[in-house]
């Protein structure tokens, strides 16, 4: 086995399952956090994820919004964490948030505040080797800042710098922190939102696991799952500000 232990935070994100069948011949044990255990249980029968593979998953039914709450879980693991995924996110109402400052409150936390103390405390029990890694999700939306996702803009604007810093600081430890750039990814979120978009521009969960495990075992640091969006977000960057505000999008 590669990995000792592996954490999954957002359980029941399809990506999350992907990931699962990719690391079950790589690893002794899943930790997954999720806000709903049997609906997690039930995507494992449909996915095919053997009874006999189940032992090795060890669940834990939490919000993520709840910092406490996961901190007083993460304070009681063991120094055998090989892996950390980080799949979760929220993208929330920015027009609603701006109106709200509670609403405004939930997307920062669960978007940056929660995930940064989570990780940096995580990273505390890692095994330091050439095969320990953090995996952590941000978004296109972080690389410049958009009015109508406000705060999602922002919050994975930070996440982005924390993931930087925090690359920094493990170095030494030869443990790799991964900064993964998706564009439009066809689950359950984006799904509801509607949204209609290029196909181009739209990755599956399944290849968006497959580039996620090989950018690992590559030990590449900064990842777009969709090279496209590299481009767009090259050109929406050049834009000077003073013509980028007047903008809409």
Known sequence: MKYKKIIIFGGTSEISLELLNLYLNETEKFIIFCRDKKKFLKLLDEKNFLISNKEKVEIFETDLYNLDENLKIVHNFKNEISGIFWIAGYTGDGIKEYEEIEQAEKNIKINFLNPVII?????????????????????????????????????????????????????????????????????????????????????????????????????????????????????????PERIFKRFSF
Do not use: C, H
């Open 119 to 239: 990780l940096s405390e995580i990273s505390k029990k890692m095994i330091k080797d050439k095969n320990s890694f953090i995996a952590a999700f941000t978004s296109v939306a972080g690389l410049r800042g958009r009015k109508k996702l406000l705060y999602y803009s922002s919050s994975k604007s930070g996440m982005i710098a924390f993931l930087s810093a925090l690359r920094q600081k493990l170095f030494k430890d030869k443990i790799l922190v991964n900064t993964i750039i998706p564009g439009y990814m066809n689950t359950k979120p984006f799904r509801d939102l509607k949204q209609k978009a290029p196909t181009l521009l739209v990755t599956n969960p399944k290849i968006v696991a497959s580039i996620l495990k090989r950018s690992i075992d590559n030990r590449k640091e900064i990842v777009y799952i969709n090279n496209f969006w590299r481009i767009i977000m090259l050109a929406i960057k050049i834009i």
